[in-house]
């Protein structure tokens, strides 16, 4: 596609259900980035993948929190046991490669709701 | 890391104003962006300006790296410029992380 593409857009979970958010970077793009926004606030830095590298985890906020990404494309966070301070907007961006000279691309994000 | 700091945090105009957005940032960096997003909550990417300045319609910015600040002007500003607007920074020797300001939040009335 186009654009970073992230699924669903919307989640509404009960509290202590797991729940599994995608992120499908743009083609070509090594770096990618997940970041969360709670309601009125900035951004929260969680996770960066580069290409074959280990990755970041230094932002994940509890071991509840993990991602993957597969084939150095496509991302999954998954948040298991949700608690209602995971609700939040979790935001995923790609970029060309992980150095000083390469935009970020913002999908349109996955609103989750737990009650 | 690095702190960022925006101001002002909340500004209202009356369409057609101009404006000016700051933001500062504690440490150099080698990659410093600006971002719109709108009351939908999509993050638009406006510009990759670690140093120098550029020009896109009525947006423009500039930073000036070795005073570690930067700034988004907005003219003849119009109700579509609404919403929040985040800079983020990226130290060169930390790959991993952007960090954003807590954005400024712009009301553009007709």
């Known amino acids: 596609g186009a654009g970073v593409s992230q699924s669903p857009s919307n989640k509404v979970t009960e509290k202590g259900k797991d729940v599994e958010l995608r992120c499908d970077p743009i083609s070509g793009h090594t770096a990618l980035y997940w970041y969360r926004q709670s309601l009125g606030q900035g951004l929260e830095f969680l996770i960066y993948f580069q290409g074959n590298s280990a990755p970041d985890k230094s932002g994940l906020p509890s071991d509840r929190f993990s991602a993957e990404r597969t084939g150095g494309s496509v991302s999954t966070l998954t948040i298991q046991r949700t608690q209602q301070e995971d609700s939040a907007v979790y935001l995923c961006?790609?970029?060309?490669?992980?150095?000083?000279?390469?935009?970020?691309?913002f999908g349109n994000g996955t609103r989750l709701t737990v009650t | 890391g690095i702190q960022v700091e925006q101001s002002p945090p909340d500004l209202i105009l009356q369409e057609g104003a101009n404006s000016t957005l700051r933001c500062n940032f504690s440490?150099?960096?080698?990659?410093l962006q600006w971002f719109h997003q709108n009351p939908w909550g999509q993050l638009i990417n406006l510009f990759y300006?670690?140093?120098g300045t550029k020009q896109n319609g009525r947006l423009s910015a500039t930073t000036v790296a070795t005073e570690r600040y930067s700034l988004l002007y907005i003219s003849s500003s119009q109700t579509t410029d609404s919403g929040v607007y985040f800079c983020?920074?990226?130290?060169?020797?930390?790959?991993?992380?952007?960090?954003f300001g807590s954005g400024t939040k712009l009301n553009v009335k007709p």
């Open positions: 300006i670690p140093s």
């Open positions: 440490d150099s960096v080698n990659n």
């Open positions: 983020a920074a990226r130290t060169g020797y930390n790959f991993n992380k952007f960090y």
């Open positions: 961006a790609s970029s060309l490669v992980g150095g000083a000279g390469s935009p970020l691309h």
